[in-house]
């Protein structure tokens, strides 16, 4: 493997920057996207912000001279390209402007993202140190920009930077450990497996204080609707995604091509502009990756794998199985090298990444982190080690050094899974909770709900409200006031129905579409996109922000952490009662086909 510093990563601070992130463009060029975020909130709240968006020039990306300016760069677009598109009180905006788009995705592609907010956008390039001399901790951090405006957002944010902070030295102690496990150096083996299990504690910690300063329900009503994406969200009026004005791939390319688009019908060309991505997730997290990745911990597609621990029921047509294409033009081509199921060129996951939810979720960490990963798949050898250690206890060769460092490496699975112990637990009061509960309000504080008569919805047509009062137009061109179009909603329609933003407790494939909006005209010319898939609403399913079906994945991943750990026990015996891990041992299994694969 190539130094840490190649990968983008610091020996000290891990995954999040070494320095910490810019807190203003300096450069008065980008005066405009930093005046956007000085009035942020406000505009937010007071329902101007698009409109004030519609007012910002275009601004060349290439402007911006240090990676760490692109960092701030991407932080500002994210910031104002979801609120654009999920608003509030507002319907959700099918269109991103070009004075958006265009730069958000070039950003994007130089730090090697989805233009999209992401885990790195929000966690580690989100924070200041209120005293620069002090620790990356929670007694000393705080946000630059959050979405709703409150503490609660910076905490949930925080807490997560605090995890990244606890766990900074790990990268550098795992590839550590792999050289060691080569030269074997047992005592340098153990040593570095005993710092990545105190690392670990620090992080479960943290990870516990998550309660104190973040409320449930404002994180589910007020701040999780904007870490969504717009890959599946077609119940929130989004069923191709969201057009990125001016973004194509002809453009992209720089070449003359584009002039080629004259053959072109209008619905091929806009279909062209729609884009797909998940949200923000902590699947997205290379630090956990990283984890996974080192001690060989094995995630299986959900509900697939046999396992004593799981009652597991999914639908094998879960979208994750099959994973949509980023472009929807793409569904036309049938082109596997541009759709969510392609083979990366460096042909990473050997071992551990089976779950393709995992896989997608790759794609959304910076460029330099992936590589990292794909390499540490290639290089980790401490799994293998420690399958070849357990094969000596059963031959009676082990000696108590070796058995210490076994101990070391349950340790470290052990808190391994109790951080997904807790998350499993965040997410039930955080998510399952509050989406069975529903709002205190009827709209959930997003999407407005209609007046209605003898208990039903008027039937009448209006033009999309953009600030919660009077009706008024939204143009789909913003700088084009010539070629604007105005997107209007049937009241009492099935598209009125999904107006309460997100999340939904069911997969809904099947909405009604908005009158006179671009996807209706889109579908209408191409039914072959398959928006006529249904899923039952019935189905209870609840989803992260990434998207997955949040509960059966997060309990599959906790339980297959466990089921890694060294069992040493002669057959016919019971394990010892007196150890706290033998609590999570599984039943014993076979790892000859496992031991030395590579």
């Known amino acids: 493997m190539q130094p840490l510093e190649d990968y983008d990563i610091s020996p000290v601070t891990g995954f999040l920057p070494p320095e910490p992130p810019l807190r203003r463009l300096t450069d008065p060029y980008f005066e405009p996207w930093e005046t956007m975020m000085d009035d942020f909130n406000g505009l937010l709240l007071a329902g101007k912000l698009r409109a004030r ?35 509030k009180h507002e319907v959700a905006s099918e269109t991103l402007p070009a004075n958006i788009a265009v730069p958000w995705s070039a950003i994007a592609d130089d730090l090697g993202l989805c233009p999209v907010v992401c885990h790195a956008a929000v966690i580690l390039w989100n924070y200041r140190l209120l005293d620069p001399e002090g620790p990356v901790d929670l007694s000393n951090l705080t946000t630059f920009a959050t979405y709703s405006g409150s503490l609660d957002e910076s905490w949930f944010y925080l807490i997560t930077t605090a995890i990244e902070s606890a766990g900074g030295q790990c990268p550098a102690r795992l590839l550590a450990c792999i050289d060691h496990v080569r030269d074997n150096d047992l005592a340098a083996v153990a040593e570095d497996l005993s710092v990545v299990r105190d690392s670990l504690e620090k992080i479960n910690a943290v990870l516990h204080r998550m309660f104190e300063k973040c409320d449930p329900y404002v994180f589910y009503w007020k701040i999780r609707p904007y870490l969504a994406g717009w890959e599946n969200m077609a119940e929130a009026g989004l069923p191709l995604g969201v ?7 002809f453009w992209s390319a720089e070449t003359d091509e584009y002039a080629d688009v004259s053959h072109l019908s209008e619905e091929e060309r ?38 004593n621990s799981l009652d597991l029921s999914v ?27 392609a083979t990366p060129t460096r042909a990473p996951y050997k071992r551990t990444n089976r779950n393709a939810f995992l896989r997608a979720m790759r794609k959304y960490m910076p460029a ?11 290089a980790a050898n401490i799994r293998p080690f420690m399958l070849h250690l357990e094969s000596k206890f059963y031959n009676n060769t082990l000696t108590d050094q070796e058995r210490a460092i076994i101990d070391a490496y349950n340790g470290c699975l052990h808190q391994l899974k109790l951080f997904r112990d807790k998350h499993v637990q965040i997410v039930s009061l955080y998510i399952v909770n509050q989406a069975r509960k529903g709002p205190n309000i009827a709209h959930g504080g ?9 208990g039903h919805p008027a039937e009448k047509t209006t033009t999309a409200t953009t600030n919660g009062t009077p009706p008024v137009p939204v ?22 129905k999904h107006n309460i933003l997100y999340p939904q407790t069911a997969l809904e494939t099947n909405p009604g579409i908005h009158a006179g909006s671009p996807s209706s005209k889109v579908t209408q010319f191409f039914p072959q996109l398959g928006l006529a898939k249904h899923v039952d609403p019935k189905s209870k399913v609840v989803r992260g922000t990434g998207g997955t079906n949040v509960m ?12 890694m750990k060294i069992h040493l026990q002669h057959p016919g015996t019971d394990a010892a009662p007196s150890s706290p891990l033998a609590q999570d041992m599984p039943p014993k299994k076979s790892w000859s086909d496992m031991l030395w694969r590579r």
């Open 53 to 87: 968006i519609h007012k910002m020039p275009l601004l060349d990306h290439r402007k911006l001279k240090t990676i760490q300016e692109s960092r701030r760069a991407f932080l500002i677009l994210c910031m104002l390209a979801h609120s654009y598109v999920w608003g």
């Open 552 to 563: 059966p994945f997060l309990k599959q991943s906790r339980d297959e952490t466990a089921e």
């Open 475 to 496: 143009p789909m061109s913003p700088s084009s006031s010539a070629n604007s179009t105005t997107t209007t909603i049937t009241e009492g329609s099935s598209a009125a």
């Open 315 to 341: 639908d094998p047509a879960d979208r994750y199985r099959h994973l949509p294409s980023m472009r929807p033009v793409d569904e036309l081509r049938g082109s596997p090298a541009s759709s969510g199921t």
């Open 243 to 249: 057009i990125y004005e001016g973004v194509d791939s």
């Open 270 to 307: 806009l279909l062209r502009q729609y884009r797909r991505y998940a949200g923000g997730s902590a699947a997205q997290s290379s630090l956990i990756a990283c984890f996974d990745v080192a001690f060989g911990v094995e995630h299986h597609p959900v509900g697939e794998k046999p396992s």
């Open 446 to 454: 997003f999407a407005m709900e209609k007046p209605t008569t003898n």
């Open 368 to 378: 330099p982190h992936r590589a990292f990963l794909e390499d540490l798949e290639s």
